[in-house]
């Protein structure tokens, strides 16, 4: 399994409604509950008006699509990256899962992942 390093700073936003958000922005996700709306976005395209923000994300993503009969994907990563020391913030997506870390702990966790068997690309880019 191939893991891909995002090349961008990540914040993770809960907002009162989207007003503020450009929906134009290259790359976010957004939950929607009875209960919250999340962001996640580049760092820079955070809108300023949200409720509460956490800024110092960094993520990767698997690599191609994955079939939804595959079982226990986000367990295994989850699981070298537990016993690493490393939290995890997981979102899913219809084609392949992402992991966001702390940019503090990124390397050390695509380390982690690729000593553990799994082929990582665009490594080394560091907590910026």
């Known amino acids: 399994m191939e893991?891909?390093?995002l090349p961008h700073a990540?914040?993770?936003?809960?907002?009162?409604?989207?007003?503020?958000?450009d929906p134009d922005a290259g790359?976010?996700?957004i939950g929607k509950?009875?209960?919250?709306l999340s962001l996640v976005c580049?760092?820079?395209?955070a809108p300023a008006g949200a409720l509460n923000r956490d800024d110092g994300w960094r993520g990767f993503r698997i690599r191609g699509v994955l079939d939804f009969s595959l079982v226990g994907v986000l367990s295994k990563l989850s699981a070298v990256l537990?016993?690493?020391?490393?939290?995890?913030?997981?979102?899913s997506t219809?084609?392949?899962d992402y992991i966001l870390v702390k940019a503090r702990d990124l390397d050390r966790?695509?380390?982690?992942?690729?000593?553990?068997?799994?082929?990582v690309t665009g490594a080394g880019e560091g907590s910026g």
């Open 94 to 96: 219809y084609n392949t």
């Open 3 to 5: 893991l891909e390093a």
């Open 42 to 45: 580049r760092t820079e395209d």
């Open 33 to 36: 509950t009875d209960e919250e």
């Open 27 to 29: 790359f976010y996700f």
């Open 109 to 119: 966790a695509l380390a982690a992942l690729a000593s553990s068997g799994y082929a």
């Open 10 to 21: 990540l914040s993770i936003c809960k907002l009162a409604s989207l007003r503020d958000f």
């Open 82 to 91: 537990a016993a690493n020391g490393i939290g995890i913030f997981a979102v």
